[in-house]
């Protein structure tokens, strides 16, 4: 007996109905992205190997998925590397491309290859799977989608202000209130590693506190120690997690911890900026709110930092988030493109959509009206009003075969089809229709014209 198939771990196949609520989505946040002027491209699923290694941590590196070489990919591998099972260093030899990790960097290249054919500022909207060699659980698979939104060729603040609305004005549009846009600087980061006598373990600093929401301060702390930042540094770590407030004061009380620092002032002026312009504008339903904590593992951020959470009720990851990366493209020869964005995780968004019973019923109506098969005869007959619903933009198909009548209703009612419409001797002499509305069982013999109409 044949194995029976299935699908590699933390991957999915989607039915017609999730797929219709993904597109919901997706067709949502398109249409947000294009009415801030937004332009759409596309880069390839895979990328030079040298175009993603080093560009998201260490971690970020581990979870590249590495594409082995074509043909006899060990032919050229170092023999002494294959008998002494040194992967890391095999791995360059025998995979030269790998799966994109995420969209950022791949726009990244995409801009310094086409610079000049780019006009500087560039606004880009892109929606792409991406994958990643991660422990797949609820929310967190190794295939999903991205929808990235970013400009580059601008250091204005104001960039950061829009995408705030931005965020809000899908989250609005999908029905998600109380969403809360969580809001923090890099350069603060660097002025608490500053002040507290850690700033040579900045990367280790940042990647311990991003932890936060899953292993918790004394996990965090933890892991903060086992990096080598000292027990007295941890200490003075201490107010970050305890500072409460509205924006304001949280700002206020990051003043007097980073008033020795002058990169950290600069961040706190930038969020300064930000959260003040974002008040004066108004959010329809979104919550921005200052994270100190927020840290994002990411290397290439350099200034704003967002994630985005799910309203109260959905325990759930962030389903958002995106930044400032003023020097991303220089790491490919094209220095001083500042750029920032943000990224919208449609998988889970589509989870706290569903979990709160958000997606309207519209979404996944799939054909509207089958035509029963008579013969051919009856079907070609069929076929003309057929093909003038469809112009109409209706759902409508003909069942393909001549079979016995109950199986071809109880194909329309496993479907879900509401109508469905019987053209038989009687129907063809009189140029008539005869319509049955499968939820009330009412029939009614109509015209073209009238069966349209009713259609409708």
């Not at 799939?366 to 070609?380: H, P, R, S």
Request: some cysteine; glycine content about 8%.
């Amino acid at each position: 007996m044949a194995q029976k198939p299935a699908i590699p771990k933390g991957t999915r196949d989607f039915s017609p109905a999730e797929v219709a609520k993904r597109q919901y989505i997706m067709s949502t946040i398109k249409h947000h992205f294009e009415t801030f002027g937004f332009q759409p491209i596309e880069t390839p699923s895979f990328e030079n190997s040298n175009t993603l290694m080093g560009k998201y941590g260490e971690e970020g590196d581990r979870l590249i998925f590495k594409i082995l070489n074509s043909g006899d990919y060990l032919k050229k591998a170092n023999e002494e590397l294959l008998a002494n099972k040194d992967s890391l260093k095999l791995t360059s030899q025998i995979s030269e491309k790998a799966l994109r990790y995420d969209l950022t960097v791949p726009f990244a290249r995409y801009v310094v290859q086409h610079q000049n054919d780019i006009e500087f500022p560039f606004r880009r909207y892109q929606i792409q799977p991406v994958w990643r060699a991660d422990r797949p659980q609820k929310g967190r698979y190794r295939e999903f989608y991205q929808c990235d939104a970013d400009v580059v060729g601008s250091k204005s603040l104001w960039q950061e202000v829009e995408l705030v609305q931005l965020y809000d004005g899908v989250f609005s549009s999908l029905g998600l209130n109380g969403v809360t846009i969580k809001i923090n600087n890099r350069k603060v980061l660097s002025g608490i590693a500053e002040v507290i006598g850690a700033k040579d373990k900045l990367i280790d600093f940042t990647v311990a506190l991003d932890k936060l929401d899953k292993i918790g301060e004394d996990g965090v702390k933890k892991e903060m120690f086992e990096k080598g930042i000292t027990t007295e540094a941890i200490d003075k770590v201490q107010p970050l997690f305890n500072f409460t407030g509205n924006i304001n004061e949280k700002l206020n009380q990051l003043s007097e911890l980073l008033a020795s620092s002058e990169e950290g002032m600069r961040g706190i002026e930038e969020l300064r900026f930000i959260c003040d312009n974002v008040s004066a504008t108004g959010l329809d339903k979104s919550i921005l709110d200052l994270d100190v904590t927020l840290a994002r593992g990411l290397n290439y951020y350099t200034g704003a930092i967002f994630e985005v959470s799910a309203p109260e009720g959905v325990s759930l990851g962030s389903i958002g988030g995106g930044g400032r990366y003023d020097d991303l493209t220089g790491i490919f020869g094209l220095k001083d493109v500042s750029g920032v964005g943000i990224s919208f995780g449609l998988d889970r968004i589509y989870l706290v959509i569903e979990a709160l019973g958000l997606f309207p019923e519209t979404v996944t109506e799939a054909t509207k009206v089958l035509f029963i098969n008579f013969g051919d005869t009856e079907a070609l007959y069929s076929m003309k009003a057929i093909k003038e619903l469809r112009k109409l933009g209706h759902k409508v198909e003909l069942y393909p075969d001549t079979t016995k009548l109950k199986k071809q209703f109880q194909h329309a009612d496993k479907r879900g089809i509401p109508y469905t419409v019987l053209t038989g001797e009687e129907e063809m002499n009189n140029n008539q229709f005869t319509l049955k509305n499968l939820t009330t069982g009412e029939q009614s013999v109509l015209s073209l014209d009238e069966l349209i109409k009713e259609i409708q």
